[in-house]
């Protein structure tokens, strides 16, 4: 290895590890077979220790203001020192390899589900900062999705019989994202956005649409019905098929929910659920 | 004293005038209102792979102003392979944007495949050199177009560095043929941080080949500066802007201002400062000195989001 890479590692081990700084400095001296007080100079002011340790500490509290930013909901829900305990773990667990800060907080969810405890009494304690924890990330990777806002189809009351005869061109945009969680939380998190300090919701079945219309991030409750029909539209491609497999898992019968959908998809079109494909 | 003026080449780009960065908290009042500045400083990595309204502001602002693109984690110094997608999608970006020049960092952000999202310090060594020369003739031949690189703020040195940063980057140009984007405010930070002259730096660069310049306010911890952009820039920064400003016949400013980011007609009032300082009126700003630990390089404003 070159002098170059091995300072490099040596560095980024002391950086990125968890750990105590001392701990982590000799460690990295032991693996990469260096001394500290010979490769980082010091000065009578700031010793080469504590120059090392402005980016170990940068690191943390860096990486730690983007997953407030990215999860603030939670957040407020854990409050500060529970959510910076599991923040700081998921960052000693998952070092960021991406080059956007967008990615950083991609597995978090992940990481608080793996992280829940064994008995099944405690476990229900994590379940809504993990239901949370997703649809935050959602509303994230919405907003950052391909959207339907360059599409120039009109809205589906201009043309009424697209959705009709052409269902097949109709799929669900990259900017949506279904969600079954077990609590409702979409009134939560608006209260919570409005500075309100709301109860914590009571847990039932909810299944959510998270939808990007004119750059606006939307999050409804949808019936069974609906959720399932645009799951199986997202996952199939197919309108028809999406129609035949939704309704036993509505417990539908076909044509009612052939009823139902020919009222309310030129509604999910304009929702941003459901779009037009060219 | 003669100030020694240098022909302005600038790789044969232009000057933009003074320029703000492109931030989310500024979006709705772009929308809404003459931007005034001149050009305007994208973060690459915000927008690449980004579709969002994110994308949709800088389509418009692209449309009214000229744009650069200034990246985080082309991670030049890296003895890591280059990172093939990222430059992959630079160049998507690029391609959409049109931009006047590309920028980043002479910094390393990780090894392993893992990015600190710091700007690593580089040993300034003639083995660093040769590494990060064959890097940017690789990236310059990939984007078809010079790279431009900025000194970082750094907060420690290597016992193994042989050479002072200006040298580093004056063979680097000399080698590669690429720009330099001066950052005096970490130039400042810098000479501060290692006991150099930050005057005797700005003097020894190549001129010829600084594309722009950045200004940026930091924070005193004592015994060391942290680059915070998160103050208004301190009466030194300005000095070292006018000599590099001279000395490089006048190229394009930008103010950077990360953390605490005030409102943009504040944030013009702090760049048109700029103009009183080419007219030798310097203002009285001292450094700001932190009560409370401080955050080097803050990059949460780029997690910033608006829903409904």
């Excluded at chain 1, 999050?219 to 036993?248: C, D, I, K, R």
């Excluded at chain 2, 927008?47 to 800088?58: E, T, V």
């Excluded at chain 2, 040993?123 to 040769?130: G, I, V």
Aim: charge should be negative; include cysteine.
């Amino acid at each position: 290895m070159s002098e170059l890479a091995t300072l490099q590692r040596w560095l980024t081990s002391i950086i990125i590890r968890p750990g105590k700084f001392h701990d982590k400095i000799l460690a990295a001296d032991h693996t990469y077979e260096l001394d500290h007080t010979r490769v980082v100079r010091s000065s009578p002011a700031v010793s080469g220790t504590e120059r090392m340790q402005i980016y170990a500490r940068g690191y943390v509290l860096r990486l730690m203001e983007c997953l407030r930013a990215d999860y603030p909901i939670l957040q407020h829900l854990l409050g500060d020192a529970l959510f910076d305990m599991f923040a700081q773990a998921y960052l000693a667990h998952v070092p960021p390899q991406s080059y956007s800060l967008f990615d950083l907080g991609t597995n978090f969810p992940d990481f608080l589900l793996a992280s829940r405890p064994q008995h099944t009494a405690e476990q229900q304690q994590f379940d809504l900062p993990i239901e949370l924890a997703r649809l935050e990330r959602a509303r994230a990777e919405v907003y950052r999705s391909k959207g339907t806002e360059s599409n120039t189809h009109g809205t589906p009351y201009e043309q009424p019989v697209f959705f009709m005869f052409e269902s097949e061109k109709l799929a669900t945009p990259p900017c949506l994202r279904l969600l079954k969680l077990q609590y409702p939380l979409i009134s939560f998190v608006k209260a919570v956005e409005q500075g309100e300090q709301p109860p914590i919701p009571p847990p039932r079945d909810s299944l959510v649409a998270v939808s990007r219309k004119n750059y606006t991030i939307h999050m409804q409750e949808l019936e069974p019905w609906q959720w399932h029909f645009l799951h199986e539209l997202e996952t199939t491609g197919n309108y028809v098929q999406a129609v035949q497999e939704s309704a036993p898992l509505s417990a539908m019968p076909q044509d009612t929910l052939w009823a139902n959908l020919m009222l309310w998809v030129p509604v999910a079109v304009d929702l941003g659920y459901i779009s037009k494909q060219s | 004293m003669h100030m020694k003026t240098t022909t302005t080449n600038r790789l044969g780009l232009p000057n933009l005038g003074l320029g703000v960065g492109l931030r989310s908290k500024h979006y709705s009042y772009l929308m809404r209102n003459d931007p005034v500045v001149d050009w305007f400083e994208i973060i690459s990595e915000n927008y690449m792979n980004n579709f969002g309204y994110a994308r949709h502001i800088l389509e418009y602002v692209a449309g009214i102003r000229p744009i650069v693109m200034h990246g985080v984690s082309m991670s030049i110094g890296s003895t890591d392979p280059l990172n093939t997608a990222y430059l992959q999608q630079l160049k998507e970006l690029a391609d959409f944007v049109q931009p006047v020049w590309i920028s980043d960092h002479l910094c390393w952000t990780g090894v392993a495949h893992i990015n600190t999202h710091d700007l690593l310090p580089m040993p300034l060594t003639m083995e660093s050199l040769q590494h990060v020369a064959a890097r940017v003739q690789k990236v310059q031949e990939f984007l078809g177009r010079p790279l431009v690189l900025e000194n970082p703020s750094t907060y420690m040195e290597f016992e193994a560095s042989t050479l002072y940063e200006w040298e580093f980057l004056s063979e680097l140009v000399r080698r590669t043929g690429c720009g330099l984007l001066l950052d005096v405010n970490n130039v400042f930070v810098s000479s501060y941080n290692h006991n150099f002259d930050p005057e005797l730096y700005i003097r020894s660069i190549p001129h010829h080949a600084v594309v722009q310049i950045h200004l940026a306010g930091p924070t005193s911890c004592g015994p060391y500066l942290i680059d915070t952009h998160d103050q208004p820039v301190p009466t030194p920064v300005w000095h070292l802007y006018r000599l590099a400003q001279e000395l490089t016949g006048g190229v394009s400013t930008l103010l950077e201002w990360d953390a605490n980011i005030p409102d943009y007609p504040e944030l013009i009032a702090e760049l048109n400062i700029a103009k009183a300082v080419m007219r030798d009126e310097f203002p009285d700003v001292p450094v700001f000195r932190a009560e409370q630990e401080v955050v080097p390089t803050p990059l949460d404003h780029q997690m910033q989001v608006e829903h409904e």
